[in-house]
């Protein structure tokens, strides 16, 4: 019999509507949730309820316990869920991803709609978590995200809609596999995998999005309330407005990491031009090439390489 822990945290798949009409998060336990399910009897789920808040509100202390609890129940259980809301899931996802040594598979999921609501997505997206943490296939992907009968990688998944029940994606690479009557289809596995040894080092780092017009004010108010590092989500191949590059310089000149990402979807930054703001500039100044990472997966890992110890520059030529 293959045994899964379900750890619940709130988010809108435990939510449920006060007398005011709007959702609460956590308000359902993750019995609650459980019982509904209906899984076979090859599959035995036990619920840990470890706290119930809005995802707004999870910090990175709450996912460092988290992979405490998953590390001391590997032993017991062939995989473990983490119910999760979808506000900063993508982001909790590869945190994890980054700092579990993923002996067992453990999947995250979530929904858009409230346990009661009409069409809810809570109950399936459940039990296709459960489904696939019990798959002997996923053994080795690293961290899942379930969503929508679609299972995704942490690394490049994204919440692409804020209501609608396919709520998440992975823009250019595409998603695992599926779930289809309750069978897991696996088409393709990630090819790498890192792994980071945490510490209780805490590390501050900002995100300062570019615009036309924009100036350096936002770079330097993170600077002087103690960034550590500041990624910086640029156009295009990673370029930036003029005036925030006297800002930037600034920041380096203190020791502050910059790492450099692109506002678009898909693509990678690059030192394709050669003027004020480009990216080919900010590098000869010292920031850091963020590859092809969203400015919040970016953000992730250079929280996890600085609490590790590791060089944000060598972390991000992986």
Known sequence: MKKVAVLTTGGTIASKQNERGKLEAGVYSGEEMAEKLGLPANIQVEIFSVFQKPSSHITFADLNNIRLLIESLREQFDGAVITHGTDTLEESAYYMDLISDTHIPVVFTGSQRSPDDLGSD??????HAVYTAADPQISGVGVTVV???RIFAARYVKKEHASNIQGFNSFGFGYLGIIDNDELYLYQKPVKHEQYDMSEKEVHVDIVKTYMNAGGHLIRASAATGADGIVLEGFGRGQVEPNMVEAVQDAL?????IVITTASE??????TYE???STYDLYRRGAILGSDYDSKKARIKLVASLKAGINPAEAFRV
């Open 266 to 271: 898909e693509g990678a930054v690059y030192p």
């Open 253 to 257: 000149d203190q020791g502050i990491y």
């Open 147 to 149: 969503f929508n009968e």
């Open 275 to 277: 003027y004020t703001g």
């Open 122 to 127: 809570a109950y399936i997206n459940l039990r």
